[in-house]
């Protein structure tokens, strides 16, 4: 079974300040691991993914996260928190199969004050 | 290229009535996803398309919820009756195929709010 761990439902940090949005996950084989976001009254935008390779792996808008398997989890960071990444942030992972179905965690409403 | 389109973006409707969502998603893409997103959760999903057949609809209530997907291309998700626990957003989302590594497309949502 697949389940996912977001660590803390809100997140506020001042502009310019390091973000850390952390997931923990659960998987009985090697996972896909995803991170989403979603600004108000929109769709899930992908931020960026990790499935074979690298570890560390980039994103857009300046994220990036590092899959650890030792610790189960895929943190999502960014050096300087801007305005714009007010949003509530998802980590989902998927099995590493043929099969596309994501499980979802429940979410991080990130704040940035000026 | 055009996104995963969705309408109606809004509805609201009393317990027990019926309502339909629709979903165009990404030309070409053969697998067409719908999630629920309840307030405060991530979103679960309902149930999977691949092409016109059903790959996973283990978490869709039968007995209230069915959807379709006529021709490959575009799907209907209905509720009849619609209950209070109902209300929640509707994510549609598409990919172009089904498999671990590719990313879902997501649409705008349909909110739906049970009076």
């Known amino acids: 079974a697949q389940s996912v761990t977001q660590l803390g439902s809100h997140v506020s940090v001042s502009e310019g300040a390091l973000v850390l949005l952390r997931c923990n996950y659960s998987?009985?084989?090697?996972?896909?691991l995803f991170w989403y976001v979603q600004y108000p009254n929109q769709g899930l935008q992908l931020l960026l993914k990790y499935t074979t390779g690298a570890t560390l792996v980039k994103g857009i808008n300046g994220f990036e996260a590092e899959f650890k398997k030792s610790e189960t989890s895929f943190h999502l960071t960014k050096p300087s928190a801007h305005m714009s990444d007010a949003a509530e942030y998802f980590c989902a992972v998927k099995r590493g199969s043929t099969l596309g179905r994501l499980y979802f965690g429940r979410g991080t409403q990130l704040t940035v004050w000026p | 290229e055009a996104g995963v389109a969705q309408s109606p973006r809004y509805k609201i409707i009393e317990k027990r009535q019926s309502v339909a969502f629709w979903c165009n998603p990404i030309s070409g893409h053969a697998t067409l996803y719908w999630y629920q997103q309840i307030l405060g959760q991530g979103p679960k999903l309902l149930i999977q398309?691949?092409?016109?057949?059903?790959?996973?609809d283990s978490q869709l209530p039968k007995d209230r919820f069915s959807a379709e997907r006529l021709k490959g291309v575009d799907s209907t998700l209905k509720i009849q009756p619609a209950k209070l626990e109902d209300s929640a957003v509707y994510l549609c989302?598409?990919?172009?195929?089904?498999?671990?590594?590719?990313?879902?497309?997501f649409g705008p949502g349909t909110r739906l709010t049970v009076t």
């Open positions: 989302a598409s990919s172009p195929q089904d498999r671990a590594d590719y990313e879902q497309y």
């Open positions: 998987s009985s084989v090697p996972p896909y």
């Open positions: 398309f691949q092409n016109n057949g059903v790959v996973d």
